[in-house]
């Protein structure tokens, strides 16, 4: 049985349930807004702030610490393993680096060193 839409819920499996909900735009924007109805204004600037306190905002790889600093592979390679080294985590192929604690190193040794120009070498 093909779900949309029009199928009643009691029809549906739990895989097509959450199918609907991911893949359809009306189901996204109807979730939506029985979320913002329910919650208020305080109670979802609260949620945002409890995330934004709980996980440091990450990218992944060396192209997202290229794009952290809008720079080219090369160079983020050498930041991560020189500048930002603290800020990253290397688990086999995947690395992992923290957003603001990279910035803050960077902004401490572009205080002390100049630009990318002064990069130590690998």
């Known amino acids: ?6 199928t009643p819920i ?3 499996t739990v895989g097509q349930f959450v199918h609907i909900l991911r893949e359809t735009p009306e189901a996204r924007d109807l979730l939506k807004e029985i979320v913002m109805s329910v919650l208020k204004d305080e109670d979802i600037e609260k949620i945002i702030e409890e995330e934004k306190n709980d996980k440091p905002f ?28 603290d800020a990253v985590s290397q688990h086999g192929k995947l690395i992992l680096t923290d957003v603001d604690k990279a910035k803050k190193l960077f902004r401490e040794y572009t205080a002390k060193h100049g630009t990318f120009a002064a990069l130590p070498k690998v």
């Open 10 to 12: 009691t029809m549906l």
């Open 58 to 85: 990450t990218v992944r790889g060396i192209p997202g610490i290229a794009s952290i600093f809008g720079c080219s592979l090369p160079t983020a390679q050498k930041l991560k393993k020189t500048v930002i080294k």
């Open 1 to 6: 049985m093909e779900a949309n839409m029009n």
